[in-house]
């Protein structure tokens, strides 16, 4: 429960920090707000990392899974990638209250 929240926390951060990003670099060049895919993003920052993945899912999983599901995941902007996986971590690493139920 612990685990997932704090990486979910850490996606979140992730997540502020990519839109601040985004919004920053948008402001400073005076165009309309432009956010990042994930794919640029991580192509920036490792190619060699993103190609090994590539290499590696169409190797060992299947080919097609590359094209239409991940390639639309690393088009997606950073930030909303993060969000959305932060979100979904730390609900499931919540606490669940127990209800307990007498019966008469």
């Not at 990486?7 to 990519?18: D, E, R």
């Not at 707000?33 to 920052?45: M, N, P, T």
């Not at 690393?74 to 930030?79: D, G, V």
């Not at 909303?80 to 730390?90: E, H, S």
């Amino acid at each position: 429960m612990f685990l997932l929240r704090w990486i979910g926390g850490w996606s979140l951060l992730v997540a502020i920090i990519a839109l601040v990003n985004d919004v920053t670099h948008s402001y400073q060049s005076g165009a309309k707000l432009v956010f990042a895919s994930l794919g640029k993003d991580w192509s920036a920052l490792s190619p060699a990392t993103l190609n090994a993945l590539q290499a590696g899912v169409e190797r060992l999983v299947h080919p097609a899974l590359w094209d239409p599901v991940l390639m639309s995941v690393l088009k997606t902007p950073a930030f909303a990638v993060f969000g959305v996986l932060g979100l979904v971590l730390y609900g499931f690493g919540l606490y669940r209250r127990r209800v307990n139920i007498f019966a008469n």
